[in-house]
């Protein structure tokens, strides 16, 4: 019944491998919810929720160090603003073109209805190459892609973030040109700020702490714990390291993490400290760590991170990161548990593998949904003036995790998929917008 629609979407939006991806993977779920609920067929609703509201694209030109001219392009997708303004990250990496901005600003419509919060999905960012950079360069970057971007967003209207290669600073250089553009302090107009400018304590481990507080709750429901446990992590920015931060907190030891460049084990537990200095304060490449650590660790480019031995995998990279092969040695070793700090790390053919070994799959819709819903939590203290403790926030962090994954297994049983995180994710997350869009009318 829903192969119509997908035959639709794959013509109407051509050569777009991700987008298709996400929203194949929305549609298989949603079988039995048009079953029981003909309104949202009549009402148009799966057809008009896979379509944005709005595309934006745009030329970035800026001067580099050297005085040459550069070229990027900078895109902006308002995707669906029926429980609030637009909002999710911008993500800066030469691999970004419409099809993966789609892929994820479509992911962040049913994350932001799942965190419960008043936000409606967005995301956006530019093919620019930020590896290798100075911060000058880096800052004219910024300055030129807000001087369009600016017109298109606002507190109201669409609310940017970080994602791949856009951190603190880049938000900073960008919040600054949107100020001085607008003349106006108007904080609620991106989210990822410094603590010292409208930032939130929390924001910046909040997808990572967030990510380990979902894959604590499974264990919690399997009457397990973190305790003792070997975890694997991919990738080594924010997410990533804010993961390996919190399973260490939980009394689990994370044995390997990595980069584009390749992975490093280090079997005595990664030295978060000298992690956060190679990638963080250096910037440096991942074989860095393996160097300044020397003994336990091992800097390795064969392969990859998922072919270490561990109790739980948190991909925490980018996308399709983790595909058949890679589920299947993961299997193999004994990994129980994986939940996605990144959006759509596992390709179908993995979580198919992990379907069939009874591996628990959390799908990053809900498990990496912290981040955003700490973002709400910085426009929440963005329009009261007001400034939250680290403990205060994170327990409110904590209690939306506990939130959306008893909100994933409830939808999931109720819908014939008991302990289908995936299945209760999307189900859950489309209701949600759904019952909203058919409230508001045919817009
Ligand atoms: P960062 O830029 O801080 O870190 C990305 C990490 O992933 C780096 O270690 C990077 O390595 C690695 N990586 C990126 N592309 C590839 C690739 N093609 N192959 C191997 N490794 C790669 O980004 P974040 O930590 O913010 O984001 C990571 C993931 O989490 C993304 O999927 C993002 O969409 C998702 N996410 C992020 C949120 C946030 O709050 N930041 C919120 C929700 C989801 P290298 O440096 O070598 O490129």
Same mark, same amino acid.
């Not at 209207?157 to 938000?171: K, L």
């Not at 400290?273 to 074989?287: A, G, H, Q, W, Y």
């Not at 910085?378 to 962090?397: C, G, I, K, P, V």
């Given at each position: 019944?829903?192969?119509?629609?997908?035959?639709?979407?794959?013509?109407?939006?051509?050569?777009?491998?991700?987008?298709?991806?996400?929203?194949?993977?929305?549609?298989?779920?949603?079988?039995?919810?048009?079953?029981?609920?003909?309104?949202?067929?009549?009402?148009?609703?799966?057809?008009?929720?896979?379509?944005?509201?709005?595309?934006?694209?745009?030329?970035?030109?800026?001067?580099?160090?050297?005085?040459?001219?550069?070229?990027?392009?900078?895109?902006?997708?308002?995707?669906?603003?029926?429980?609030?303004?637009?909002?999710?990250?911008?993500?800066?990496?030469?691999?970004?073109?419409?099809?993966?901005?789609?892929?994820?600003?479509?992911?962040?419509?049913?994350?932001?209805?799942?965190?419960?919060?008043?936000?409606?999905?967005?995301?956006?960012?530019?093919?620019?190459?930020?590896?290798?950079?100075?911060?000058?360069?880096?800052?004219?970057?910024?300055?030129?892609?807000?001087?369009?971007?600016?017109?298109?967003?606002? #507190?109201?209207?669409?609310?940017?973030?970080?994602?791949?290669?856009?951190?603190?600073?880049?938000?900073?250089?960008?919040?600054?040109?949107?100020?001085?553009?607008?003349?106006?302090?108007?904080?609620?107009?991106?989210?990822?700020?410094?603590?010292?400018?409208?930032?939130?304590?929390?924001?910046? #481990?909040?997808?990572?702490?967030?990510?380990?507080?979902?894959?604590?709750?499974?264990?919690?429901? =399997?009457?397990?714990?973190?305790?003792?446990?070997?975890?694997?992590?991919?990738?080594?920015?924010?997410? =990533?390291?804010?993961?390996?931060?919190?399973?260490?907190?939980?009394?689990?030891?994370?044995?390997?993490?990595?980069?584009?460049?390749?992975?490093?084990?280090?079997?005595?537990?990664?030295?978060?400290?000298? &992690?956060?200095?190679?990638?963080?304060?250096?910037?440096?490449?991942?074989? @860095?760590?393996?160097?300044?650590?020397?003994?336990?660790?091992?800097?390795?480019?064969?392969?990859?991170?998922?072919?270490?031995?561990?109790?739980?995998?948190?991909?925490?990279?980018?996308?399709?990161?983790?595909?058949?092969?890679?589920?299947?040695?993961?299997?193999?070793?004994?990994?129980?548990?994986?939940?996605?700090?990144?959006?759509?790390?596992?390709?179908?053919?993995?979580?198919?593998?992990? =379907?069939? @070994?009874?591996?628990?799959?959390?799908?990053?819709?809900?498990?990496?949904?912290?981040?955003? @819903?700490?973002?709400?939590?910085?426009?929440?203290?963005?329009?009261?003036?007001?400034?939250?403790?680290? @403990?205060?926030?994170?327990?409110?962090?904590?209690?939306?995790?506990?939130?959306?994954?008893?909100?994933? &297994?409830?939808?999931?049983?109720?819908?014939?998929?008991?302990?289908?995180?995936?299945?209760?994710?999307?189900?859950?997350?489309?209701?949600?917008?759904?019952?909203?869009?058919?409230?508001?009318?045919?817009?």
């Amino acid at each position: 019944m829903l192969q119509p629609i997908y035959d639709e979407i794959l013509g109407r939006n051509p050569g777009e491998a991700e987008f298709h991806q996400a929203t194949r993977e929305l549609l298989d779920s949603l079988g039995p919810v048009v079953a029981r609920h003909p309104e949202y067929t009549d009402a148009g609703i799966i057809r008009r929720i896979c379509e944005p509201e709005r595309q934006i694209i745009f030329r970035v030109p800026w001067v580099d160090d050297a005085g040459q001219v550069q070229l990027n392009r900078g895109f902006r997708v308002e995707f669906n603003s029926t429980l609030g303004p637009y909002k999710g990250g911008l993500r800066f990496h030469p691999s970004v073109y419409l099809g993966i901005v789609k892929f994820l600003g479509f992911e962040q419509i049913f994350k932001n209805a799942l965190t419960g919060m008043p936000i409606g999905g967005g995301k956006g960012g530019s093919d620019f190459d930020p590896k290798g950079r100075s911060d000058a360069e880096i800052m004219r970057f910024c300055q030129s892609f807000m001087t369009e971007l600016y017109r298109h967003i606002g #507190e109201y209207t669409d609310v940017p973030a970080g994602d791949i290669g856009v951190g603190g600073r880049e938000i900073g250089y960008l919040f600054g040109q949107y100020k001085r553009i607008t003349n106006r302090y108007e904080s609620g107009v991106l989210t990822g700020k410094g603590i010292s400018w409208g930032g939130s304590l929390v924001r910046t #481990e909040a997808t990572g702490y967030g990510t380990v507080y979902f894959a604590n709750e499974i264990l919690k429901n =399997a009457g397990d714990s973190f305790d003792g446990k070997s975890v694997v992590v991919s990738g080594s920015g924010n997410v =990533a390291i804010h993961a390996a931060e919190k399973v260490a907190a939980l009394g689990g030891r994370v044995i390997a993490c990595s980069d584009s460049s390749g992975y490093v084990v280090d079997e005595a537990g990664i030295d978060l400290d000298l &992690l956060k200095e190679v990638k963080e304060v250096r910037r440096e490449r991942i074989s @860095a760590y393996a160097e300044a650590r020397g003994g336990s660790a091992r800097f390795v480019t064969d392969g990859a991170v998922w072919d270490v031995p561990c109790d739980i995998a948190l991909p925490c990279a980018t996308q399709n990161e983790l595909d058949e092969k890679h589920a299947v040695a993961l299997v193999g070793n004994g990994c129980a548990v994986v939940a996605e700090g990144a959006n759509m790390p596992c390709t179908p053919d993995a979580v198919r593998v992990f =379907a069939d @070994a009874g591996v628990t799959f959390a799908p990053g819709k809900a498990a990496n949904a912290g981040g955003v @819903a700490t973002s709400a939590l910085e426009m929440q203290q963005n329009a009261s003036r007001d400034s939250w403790s680290f @403990a205060h926030t994170e327990e409110r962090l904590e209690q939306i995790m506990i939130g959306i994954h008893a909100r994933c &297994l409830e939808t999931a049983d109720a819908y014939g998929a008991p302990g289908n995180y995936a299945a209760g994710a999307n189900i859950g997350g489309f209701i949600k917008v759904a019952d909203a869009m058919l409230a508001l009318g045919v817009i």
